[in-house]
């Protein structure tokens, strides 16, 4: 897989992980113990995670083949 098509990945990681934070900014939560009260929230952070995880990976590679790169270069 070549850096374009990368970091066309991550951007639209990015995308989905912004949207998805939204979904649950205004929760309500439980006022003794302040927890969302909504079982789907947890689904929701669960998502978010993984999609998060995705993305880091990924940007991993990309950090990799930048240092590679470099390495070569003799910089």
Avoid: C
Avoid at 45 to 65: P, Y
């Amino acid at each position: 897989m070549d850096t374009t098509t990368v970091l066309e990945i991550i951007k639209k990681l990015d995308s989905h992980i912004k949207a998805i934070a939204e979904e649950y900014k205004d929760v309500d939560t439980d006022p003794d113990q302040n927890v969302p009260m909504d079982p789907s929230y947890w689904i929701t952070v669960g998502k978010e995670m993984a999609l998060t995880d995705l993305r880091d990976h990924l940007q991993s590679f990309i950090e990799g083949q930048l240092n590679g790169a470099e390495n070569n270069t003799g910089e």
